[in-house]
DNA sequence: GTCTATAATCGGATAGAC
DNA sequence: GTCTATCCGATTATAGAC
């Protein structure tokens, strides 16, 4: 019968570990980490709650699963940094930020890593980390540009995420990706132009 | 003995009511509505859990009466808006957001407000009004600019607040307020001028 | 693989004594 | 004004039957 030895779905597994991890994606996006029960998970995945702790054991140990980017993120800013012109490089990131926070598969765990962060402090360490080594360092490192003014130039466009996406402003909430580009871009360029 | 019609504390009080008060903003501001229980309030208070119902009714009304800012905000964005001459507004809006972010006592309110936005959807309503009407309007109204500039303006102060004071990256947790004045305050002044 | 049953804890809220 | 006692619901997690 069908049995390989790495990827696709063991002999014998329903699709019951894949709903739940879709299940808990959500949940932690929409709820953060403590407002997500594993209980609501479960219901929505359509399966037991033990069924969930057979799985993945403790509820720390589903969140970093279902958090696992379905990218990898120093591909992602390699290939932001590198795919055009210096004097670009701000349209080039916001293009990218909106595809990502535009994508539900990619918005869904950003938004559990922020939504989980805002309140509980073990996420907001883990996001921490994940800020610094895994984008700012990299960044930084790229182009010659001071580590605060990376940082201004990341609060810019995370400061659009929440208006836009969590806090739902408008009419930022509303604007079209191509309005947002001719705004925002200029503004992250000069941020990482001027010495 | 003392009995006043106005202002300060009535015959009878003990500080409990102001003391739980006190503790439920710290609560609120450092692990949002649904992290902060009644029972830790009460106990921060040094106050027994029933006496918070029975001052404030249900855990919402107390939220409500915690995050009464001790400043009037439409005072403040006039003030803001009025303080000097239109060119150098941006700097103003920095300083003036970095004051409020400073000091303790303005501090937990918002804070409160932003992690409960965060994951409490009633929460978020809350402060899309708020934000709506208490902030954007005016400003838009006070000035010539196009609300979603505006937007964009406050989206990288939000955006500085979140990396600076929850997220708390390095350098920007760090940096003197000056410095980030120098950073900041021109970034917010050219979002505002470009028509 | 999946579910039942249950342990252990913690949450908001209330009634009522003092 | 303040606290004791308690109700009732929800949570994570485990043991074990099928």
């Known amino acids: 019968m069908v049995m390989r030895t790495r990827g696709g779905r063991r002999a014998g597994d329903s699709g019951s570990r894949d709903a739940i991890l879709a299940a808990a994606r959500d949940r932690f996006a929409g709820h953060g980490y403590d407002g997500a029960t594993i209980r609501a998970i479960a219901a929505d995945a359509g399966v037991d709650p033990a069924l969930v702790h057979h799985y993945f054991g403790t509820k720390e140990h589903l969140f970093v699963s279902?958090?696992?980017l379905p990218i990898d993120p120093r591909?992602?800013?390699?290939?932001?940094?590198?795919?055009?012109p210096r004097r670009e490089l701000g349209e080039r990131m916001v293009r990218f930020f909106l595809r990502v926070w535009g994508d539900e598969r990619s918005r869904a765990p950003v938004l559990a890593m922020i939504r989980s962060a805002?309140?509980?402090?073990?996420?907001?360490t883990m996001v921490r980390q994940?800020?610094?080594?895994?984008?700012?360092?990299r960044v930084t490192d790229g182009i010659g540009v001071p580590r605060l003014r990376v940082e201004a130039a990341v609060a810019q466009l995370i400061g659009i995420a929440l208006l836009r996406?969590?806090?739902?402003?408008e009419p930022?909430?509303?604007?079209?990706?191509e309005e947002l580009v001719a705004l925002v871009a200029p503004l992250i360029q000069r941020i990482l132009d001027e010495t």
């Open 66 to 68: 279902a958090l696992r």
């Open 118 to 124: 805002a309140t509980n402090e073990q996420a907001a």
């Open 75 to 84: 591909q992602m800013v390699a290939q932001v940094l590198d795919a055009g």
């Open 130 to 137: 994940f800020v610094t080594s895994a984008l700012l360092s």
């Open 172 to 177: 930022m909430a509303s604007a079209p990706d």
């Open 165 to 169: 996406y969590v806090v739902k402003v």
